[in-house]
């Protein structure tokens, strides 16, 4: 199909990625100018939802709005989807509707078998081993309280799960150095992080991990779709918690990132996650943004039908 889809960070080079990241934050202050854009005017993008979520359908309803389209919700308890009308004629249907398709579901294979049969731009909201809009945001909030990331340290602590990946891919786009700490078992995909080469590399703990970290970065002990481990994870991660001593040793400059939603005296102490370190209010606010320009990047690239 004569289309770009953005199922990975890896689908964009990193001239665009930049390009994309200062765009967002270009289309923020436009926004807060009261200036209006509206590129998607009469354009509608459907999402799909098989988990639950609440910063990625507000940020990507609210973009459509801005932009002067229409968003369409869809779970799969209302959907054929969801009653087992295969995922092919899914896409082919909603791409001769919809102009662009937003996913998010459990195994990565089915959005990448959903954008083979769609017509029209897919971007990937969310799988059980990616999370590319989520760093497109992070990137955004990094830039604007720090400048360019490449040749920063960034340390992943806790679990090798999408936003780990997704934070691997982001070490190969814009050059900084992952520090990856997980505990034995849960480290991220052996060839996800092969692919990085020097950029990403796995600590012994998270204390090796913050040396000289610009960003810490941290996410749940159990993703969606694993709620039956909580247990069996909360002990196995107990030594993996963002503290304020563990920040003490990172840059004096350090930043402290979370996708959200947060579980405070799990993988992060209230007092980082709401101490003058942390960002995650921007960096939940930039998803908005970051996913304007993305919206209009994938727009701008599609072929005409
Ligand atoms: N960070 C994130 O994707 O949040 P939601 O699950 O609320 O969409
Ligand atoms: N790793 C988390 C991210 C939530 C935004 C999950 O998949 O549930």
């Given amino acids: 199909m004569n289309c770009r889809h953005f199922l990975t960070l890896l689908d964009l080079s990193s001239e665009e990625l930049t390009a994309l990241i200062n765009r967002a934050t270009e289309l923020k202050t436009l926004h807060a100018q009261g200036e209006s854009c509206t590129p998607m005017q009469n354009k509608v993008l459907a999402m799909i939802f098989e988990k639950s979520s609440t910063r990625t359908r507000v940020s990507f309803e609210t973009a459509m709005v801005h932009f002067g389209g229409h968003a369409i919700f869809l779970s799969p308890r209302d959907t054929q989807l969801g009653r087992g009308e295969p995922l092919e004629d899914s896409a082919r249907v909603l791409s001769r509707m919809a102009d662009m398709i937003m996913v998010r579901t459990f195994e990565h294979e089915k959005i990448v078998r959903f954008a083979e049969y769609s017509s029209v731009p897919v971007i990937n909201a969310l799988t059980d081993s990616y999370h590319p809009c989520q760093l497109l945001a992070d990137m955004q909030t990094y830039f604007e309280h720090r400048g360019n990331i490449q040749g920063r340290t ?30 034995q078992g849960y480290e991220p995909d052996h060839a996800i992080l092969q692919a990085a080469g020097d950029a990403a590399e796995l600590c012994s703990d998270p204390e090796t991990a913050v040396k000289d970290a610009m960003l810490v970065t941290t996410d749940v002990w159990t993703s969606m779709g694993q709620e039956q ?74 072929g005409k039908r």
Wanted: proline share 4%; net charge neutral; charged share 20%.
């Fill in 229 to 302: 481990e909580q247990r069996k994870r909360e002990q196995a991660f107990k030594h993996y918690m963002v503290t304020p001593a563990l920040m003490q040793q990172a840059n004096a400059e350090a930043v402290f990132m979370h996708c959200l939603p947060a579980h405070r005296g799990e993988e992060v102490a209230a007092e980082v996650i709401d101490g003058p370190q942390s960002l995650v209010w921007d960096q939940a606010e930039n998803r908005l943004h970051a996913q304007k320009a993305l919206i209009e990047f994938l727009a701008r690239h599609h």
């Fill in 154 to 183: 960034v340390a992943w602590i806790g679990d090798g799960n999408n936003m780990c990946h997704s934070y691997i891919n982001a070490a190969i786009r814009f050059g900084f150095k992952l520090n990856i700490a997980c505990p």
